[in-house]
């Protein structure tokens, strides 16, 4: 029901990229990155018939980042640093067109002039941060990783208020049986100003993820355990349970202020994996998402509660041809934020529940000597409809309608 038949958006982005590594032994090395960035992005929109936006974002961008790896026989250590540097305009023209208003004869009509006003913001945001990863295996079958991070965020011209964060960082892997693994981690984030989405600092602790496409300047906690267990040669499964508590910043256009607000995030995944035979594999998986945000600075919904259970089926031949079939039951209920009332300025909230099956199905033929693949597939195949909030809107798990593709992998030697 929200959607702009008439909004119109283009990006252009021109990215370089320029890295290094030196190995001063086999236990020792240097790895080195920058990037550079520019990038345009326009929006035309006409939500009405005589109002139309016009938006055009510039921005230019440099990351330069060092990365120090160490290996030795009980402990490996990554420490390293990096520096970002975001510069950008943003300029909105809002135009009304002339509104005629015709009166009785022998009156001439009333014409309420247009006119068109600019609204430009200059941005200017710079980014270091250092951090240091150890991990430690003194203990037989055990690995505990122990870090931290500091960021310092300074942006210029904008609203937004500086912020320094330390990070601290644990995560321990045990190995209690030779098939049996235990994962545990508990860290704190910040949402870097990444400029390609990119970054040398490790990415994840104990298996946990700790960079989300969160809004910039966010302060994350993650908490979360999991258990990895493989029952024979052919069945292997485990669960993995974790929280997010995030303070994200927000103007309040009310009273004019940067705020924070308190959300919540839970996960949970449990799967199982068979393999039949050589020609044939199972998966079977339990996804849950739950989300709590505050109203006042939520991005569309004030909670929302998901439920995906995929189910798959494997067939893979000598000759290198290859099929898979997946259906996904979906269940997914919220309390969706509509906008504001005109008369009382109050938001309005609308609960909405929906549960339905999604079918994907893919074709793949290995090429000879193992060069790549060739794909053909299609997603949501029976075209079924209906309502979803996706979470994620830079990398989309589901697809709104029947898609077809086909994909090209190669693999040169």
Same mark, same amino acid.
């Given at each position: 029901?929200?959607?702009?038949?008439?909004?119109?958006?283009?990006?252009?982005?021109?990215?370089? %990229?320029?890295?290094?590594?030196?190995?001063?032994?086999?236990?020792?090395?240097?790895?080195?990155?920058?990037?550079?960035?520019?990038?345009?992005?326009?929006?035309?929109?006409?939500?009405?018939?005589?109002?139309?936006?016009?938006?055009?974002?510039?921005?230019?961008?440099?990351?330069?980042?060092?990365?120090?790896?160490?290996?030795?026989?009980?402990?490996?250590?990554?420490?390293?640093?990096?520096?970002?540097?975001?510069?950008?305009?943003?300029?909105?023209?809002?135009?009304?067109?002339?509104?005629?208003?015709?009166?009785?004869?022998?009156?001439?009509?009333?014409?309420?002039?247009?006119?068109? &006003?600019?609204?430009?913001?200059?941005?200017?945001?710079?980014?270091?941060?250092?951090?240091?990863?150890?991990?430690?295996?003194?203990?037989?079958?055990?690995?505990?990783?122990?870090?931290?991070?500091?960021?310092?965020?300074?942006?210029?011209?904008?609203?937004?208020?500086?912020?320094?964060?330390?990070?601290?960082?644990?995560?321990?892997?045990?190995?209690?049986?030779?098939? &049996? &693994?235990?994962?545990? /981690?508990?860290?704190?984030?910040?949402?870097?100003?990444?400029?390609?989405?990119?970054?040398?600092?490790?990415?994840?602790? /104990?298996?946990?993820?700790?960079?989300?496409?969160?809004?910039?300047?966010?302060?994350?906690?993650?908490?979360?355990?999991?258990?990895?267990?493989?029952?024979?040669?052919?069945?292997?499964?485990?669960?993995? =349970?974790?929280?997010?508590?995030?303070?994200?910043?927000?103007?309040?256009?009310?009273?004019?202020?940067?705020?924070?607000?308190?959300?919540?995030?839970?996960?949970?995944? /449990?799967?199982?994996?068979?393999?039949?035979?050589?020609?044939? /594999?199972?998966? =079977?998986?339990?996804?849950?998402?739950?989300?709590?945000?505050?109203?006042?600075?939520?991005?569309?919904?004030?909670?929302?509660?998901?439920?995906?259970?995929?189910?798959?089926?494997?067939?893979?031949?000598?000759?290198?041809?290859?099929?898979?079939?997946?259906?996904?039951?979906?269940?997914?209920?919220?309390?969706?934020? %509509?906008?504001?009332?005109?008369?009382?300025?109050? =938001?309005?909230?609308?609960?909405?529940?929906?549960?339905?099956?999604?079918?994907?199905?893919?074709?793949?033929?290995?090429?000879?000597?193992?060069?790549?693949?060739?794909?053909?597939?299609? &997603?949501?195949?029976?075209?079924?409809?209906?309502?979803?909030?996706?979470?994620?809107?830079?990398?989309?798990?589901?697809?709104?309608?029947?898609?077809?593709?086909?994909?090209?992998?190669?693999?040169?030697?």
């Amino acid at each position: 029901d929200e959607i702009s038949s008439n909004l119109r958006e283009t990006l252009e982005s021109k990215t370089m %990229r320029l890295g290094f590594r030196q190995a001063f032994s086999p236990r020792s090395s240097l790895i080195g990155n920058f990037t550079y960035r520019d990038l345009e992005e326009t929006e035309k929109d006409n939500p009405a018939p005589v109002i139309a936006y016009e938006g055009k974002s510039d921005q230019e961008a440099y990351s330069a980042e060092l990365s120090y790896l160490f290996r030795a026989e009980k402990f490996n250590v990554v420490t390293g640093g990096g520096y970002f540097d975001i510069d950008g305009q943003d300029n909105l023209v809002i135009t009304t067109q002339d509104i005629i208003i015709p009166l009785p004869p022998p009156l001439p009509p009333q014409v309420i002039p247009g006119s068109s &006003t600019t609204i430009s913001e200059v941005k200017d945001v710079k980014h270091a941060n250092v951090y240091l990863y150890s991990y430690m295996n003194f203990l037989h079958d055990v690995t505990v990783t122990l870090g931290a991070s500091g960021d310092f965020y300074k942006p210029e011209n904008t609203q937004e208020e500086d912020q320094n964060q330390f990070n601290p960082k644990i995560g321990i892997t045990w190995n209690p049986l030779p098939d &049996t &693994t235990i994962r545990a /981690a508990a860290f704190r984030a910040l949402k870097r100003t990444l400029v390609t989405d990119q970054t040398l600092e490790p990415t994840q602790v /104990a298996g946990f993820n700790q960079f989300y496409d969160d809004l910039n300047a966010t302060d994350a906690w993650r908490y979360g355990g999991a258990i990895d267990q493989k029952f024979s040669e052919n069945i292997y499964g485990g669960a993995e =349970l974790s929280k997010r508590d995030l303070d994200v910043p927000y103007f309040d256009t009310n009273d004019l202020i940067n705020k924070t607000s308190d959300w919540e995030e839970k996960f949970f995944r /449990a799967y199982l994996y068979l393999t039949a035979q050589k020609w044939w /594999a199972f998966s =079977l998986e339990y996804l849950y998402e739950d989300y709590e945000r505050n109203e006042a600075s939520s991005l569309a919904i004030k909670d929302l509660t998901t439920h995906s259970i995929p189910l798959g089926i494997n067939y893979f031949h000598p000759s290198g041809l290859s099929v898979s079939l997946k259906g996904t039951y979906i269940n997914q209920e919220g309390s969706y934020i %509509r906008g504001r009332d005109p008369f009382t300025g109050n =938001l309005i909230i609308e609960d909405g529940e929906d549960n339905f099956w999604l079918v994907d199905a893919a074709v793949r033929y290995r090429l000879p000597k193992r060069y790549g693949f060739i794909t053909v597939g299609v &997603t949501n195949l029976f075209d079924e409809e209906f309502q979803y909030y996706e979470t994620d809107i830079d990398n989309p798990h589901i697809m709104p309608s029947r898609f077809f593709f086909t994909k090209l992998t190669l693999a040169i030697p």
